[in-house]
């Protein structure tokens, strides 16, 4: 891997508030491999991509974003904690996640794909999912994943929270009926 990639990566965990240097103390190549991995997007045709990254990040995410309703909203419903919950591991909120922590600037995509403007939306969100399954492979640990999500939860959990059917065009409909 050059070193430019490697600064990307690098770059890209600081910026998620986790230490390179602790992170990649150990097996640095395997690590450094396995967010490369997460930081490719199928469009750049390689042999190892984001996919099977952003499939352990999904689940990673969903118990993260569990754990976060239940510690700070214990008195919501079951079905009120589900709405939040999609709404707060949805691809609209993985993708803003991913513009703030400038996630394009260390993926690897091929040209075509960066012309796509609709797409644009949807390589962040992957590559802020595949990221999230990168970061636990590699800390075996929820807690870390939890610290860096936690402040943009907050937001939108308020958000959310204040008008419930603003985020849900379906739920809104429905209840007005």
Not at 15 to 21: A, G, L, Y
Not at 44 to 65: M, P, T, W
Not at 81 to 95: M, T
Not at 158 to 166: Q, R
Request: glycine letters at 2%; aromatic letters at 6%.
């Amino acid at each position: 891997m050059s070193p430019k990639r490697i600064n990307q990566i690098k770059s890209l965990l600081i910026r998620v508030r986790i230490d390179p240097t602790k992170l990649l103390i150990k097996k640095t190549n395997d690590k450094l491999q396995l967010f490369n991995e997460a930081l490719t997007h199928t469009s750049a045709q390689s042999k190892y991509n984001h996919e099977r990254l952003e499939f352990h990040g999904d689940a990673v995410l969903r118990l993260a974003a569990s754990e976060y309703i239940q510690i700070h909203f214990p008195k919501l419903k079951v079905g009120d904690r589900s709405a939040l919950r999609a709404q707060l591991v949805s691809d609209e909120w993985l993708a803003k996640v991913g513009y703030k922590i400038k996630i394009k600037d260390a993926m690897l995509i091929a040209p075509k794909a960066l012309k796509d403007a609709a797409a644009t939306e949807t390589i962040c969100a992957e590559g802020t999912e595949a990221l999230i399954g990168a970061l636990y492979e590699c800390l075996d640990s929820i807690r870390s994943i939890q610290d860096w999500l936690e402040p943009y939860w907050e937001l939108e959990s308020k958000e959310i929270l204040a008008d419930p059917h603003k985020q849900n065009a379906k739920s809104a409909l429905q209840e007005w009926s």
